[in-house]
């Protein structure tokens, strides 16, 4: 493969194990502890991580979550590609990881119960994932690592941005 595609080969390389091919791809490893979870069920996980004094508008996309336990999510982390993107003003900024990390979790790991949040009180945007057990976290995926509210970005925020993951206005999707 190609020297500049190889961060692509634990995707999708298969080998030889015992008498028949097997992948390396992570998500197969991981499918069979996917979790449903209901869209009240996430609504909720979110809510409690959110708080009720919170003017953040939640707009759930699906009807069916499917997820996977919190120590599970930090395999995936590990093996997330996404913050290797190289950033970019207004191109490749706060909301294009916090996408691609939402995409990349769909379509790499099959599970859909991650949000995109675009916090106006941060100026930020960032993700949230909602976990098997119906927890939610807070996650920055340009430093690829769960957050609290509360603390600071760390990061260039927009225009009359606190700089902190606040979560006083703003929306979520999941």
């Given at each position: 493969?190609?020297?500049?595609?190889?961060?692509?080969?634990?995707?999708?390389?298969?080998?030889?194990?015992?008498?028949?091919?097997?992948?390396?791809?992570?998500?197969?490893r991981l499918y069979p502890q996917l979790v449903t979870l209901t869209a009240p069920q996430v609504?909720?996980?979110?809510?409690?991580?959110?708080?009720?004094?919170?003017?953040?508008?939640?707009?759930?996309m699906d009807f069916l979550y499917r997820t996977y336990p919190k120590e599970i999510w930090e395999?995936?982390?590990?093996?997330?590609?996404?913050?290797?993107?190289?950033?970019?003003?207004?191109?490749?900024?706060?909301?294009?990881?916090?996408?691609?990390?939402?995409?990349?979790?769909?379509?790499?790991?099959?599970?859909?119960?991650?949000?995109?949040?675009?916090?106006?009180?941060?100026?930020?945007?960032?993700?949230?994932?909602?976990?098997?057990?119906?927890?939610?976290?807070?996650?920055?995926?340009?430093?690829?690592?769960?957050?609290?509210?509360?603390?600071?970005?760390?990061?260039?925020?927009?225009?009359?941005?606190?700089?902190?993951?606040?979560?006083?206005?703003?929306?979520?999707?999941?």
């Amino acid at each position: 493969m190609n020297a500049n595609l190889d961060w692509l080969r634990p995707h999708f390389e298969r080998v030889y194990v015992g008498e028949k091919w097997e992948t390396t791809k992570l998500a197969y490893r991981l499918y069979p502890q996917l979790v449903t979870l209901t869209a009240p069920q996430v609504g909720q996980a979110l809510l409690n991580l959110v708080g009720q004094e919170s003017d953040v508008a939640m707009r759930p996309m699906d009807f069916l979550y499917r997820t996977y336990p919190k120590e599970i999510w930090e395999q995936i982390i590990k093996d997330d590609q996404t913050q290797r993107a190289m950033p970019w003003p207004d191109w490749m900024d706060c909301d294009d990881y916090a996408w691609q990390f939402k995409a990349a979790a769909n379509s790499w790991y099959h599970a859909n119960a991650v949000a995109f949040i675009l916090d106006q009180s941060a100026g930020h945007a960032y993700n949230a994932i909602v976990f098997a057990d119906g927890t939610a976290s807070l996650f920055e995926p340009q430093k690829d690592k769960f957050v609290a509210k509360g603390d600071p970005t760390n990061l260039p925020v927009g225009p009359g941005g606190s700089g902190r993951y606040s979560l006083t206005s703003g929306l979520i999707l999941v």
